[in-house]
Structures are given as C-alpha cells and as structure tokens.
T-cell receptor, first 119, second 112 residues
C-alpha cells in the first residue's frame, strides 16, 4: 500500500499525559499536512511542511502541540499535557507541490487518521 | 472555525434520486477539492478543480468551479446506497499555495 499511513489508529490516554502520532506520507510527496477533526465538523488546519520546513501553523496549534518532519519524509505530531478538549481525529495528508510554470496543483491525500480520546 | 459555507447540512434521499450540494466563500479560491468520508476513515478525494468555470466528472459525480471563484457545486446522479457518507468541500485561497479550508460537510443518507 503506497498511501498515507498513520500510527496509531486509536489512542486512549489520561489527561496530562503526552501522546505522539506518526504520519508516513506518499513517498514522492513533498508537502505534509496535519488537520484535526471533531465530530460533526470538517477538518481544521493545524500545520503543514514543505520538505522539512514548517511553513505555516494555525492558531489552533497551542504551545502544547509540536510537529516535526526532520528529514522531509515522515512527520510526528506530539501533544503534551493532554486535555479532554484535545480529543479528536488527527488527520495527516500529503501532496506533491509543483511550482513549474504558474500551475500548482497538489491535491491532498489523507491517511486513515489517528483518533485520540483523553479521559 | 470553518470559513466555507457548505449546504445543505444533510440530505435524506431515495435511491435513484440526484443529489446536489454547494460551498460558498467570501474569499476567491484557486482550487476546489471534493471529498467523501465514511465513519472512522479519512476523507477520500473525489474531484479536483483548478479553473473558474471548470466542470469535471468522476463517474456519477460532477463538480463545478464557480465562475466567481467563490463557490463550487457537487452533483451525484442516480444515487445508490453506497453513496452514503459525508461529503466535504475544500478550497485554497488565491494568494496562498498552502493550506486548504474545509466546509462542515453534507451528510447524505440514501434509502432503498
């Protein structure tokens, strides 16, 4: 399977614990995105990387959240001192961004998501 | 929160009927994407649109990039039970080549 993979698929933790999610993008994709989705809502943007550079972060990404993509391949999203409000599905997506000419396509392809439940 | 207005919020239709949904924005977009999501899964890309006025089909699905560049439409023709799910639009602002904003979704329920 050459799609986006996320691990773990499900995580249950107690409030105050740290959790880390991993995302492996489609191999040739240079962009990687993290989104958060709560029940009944569409995905909300958290952050994205182009190669190893983190280009944009949402205000939703508090200082308890940190994302890395050290070698421009896989990425991790860590949440420190989890709170019940952090319970959500964390979605990773990747895309191939080409700036040749004036056209930048780059459809997002999502993984299956990592569902976090904070008790 | 969401900056895209997606409607309707839900639709209950009979098998064989057509379905229409749309998204509107106050911003001008350079790209529209349409996704389908089933419970416990990630969104699956259905159609991508890049030019104002563009009309693109994928089987029984047809989507259009509005000429104002602030809206998009998705139609499903002759619905079948497996069309059940939540459909999301996603748009990218013209002066940004990065993040996509998502609508809140349209839940489609198909009854036999």
């Amino acid at each position: 399977d050459t799609g986006v993979s996320q691990d773990p698929r499900h995580k249950i933790t107690k409030r105050g614990q740290n959790v880390t999610f991993r995302c492996d993008p489609i191999s040739e994709h240079n962009r990687l995105y993290w989104y958060r989705q709560t029940l009944g809502q569409g995905p909300e943007f958290l952050t994205y990387f182009q190669n190893e550079a983190q280009l944009e972060k949402s205000r939703l990404l508090s200082d308890r959240f940190s994302a890395e993509r050290p070698k421009g391949s896989f990425s991790t999203l860590e949440i420190q001192r989890t709170e019940q409000g952090d319970s959500a599905m964390y979605l990773c997506a990747s895309s191939l961004s080409r700036l040749a000419g004036r056209l930048n396509t780059g459809e997002l392809f999502f993984g299956e998501g990592s569902r976090l439940t904070v008790l | 929160g969401q900056q895209l207005n997606q409607s309707p919020q839900s639709m209950f239709i009979q098998e064989g009927e057509d379905v229409s949904m749309n998204c509107t924005s106050s911003s001008i977009f350079n790209t529209w994407l349409w996704y389908k999501q089933e419970p416990g899964e990630g969104p699956v890309l259905l159609i991508a649109l890049y030019k104002a006025g563009e009309l693109t089909s994928n089987g029984r699905l047809t989507a259009q990039f509005g000429i104002t560049r602030k809206d998009s439409f998705l139609n499903i023709s002759a619905s079948i039970p497996s069309d059940v799910g939540i459909y999301f639009c996603a748009g990218r602002v013209t002066d940004s080549w990065g993040k996509f904003q998502f609508g809140a979704g349209t839940q489609v329920v198909v009854t036999p």
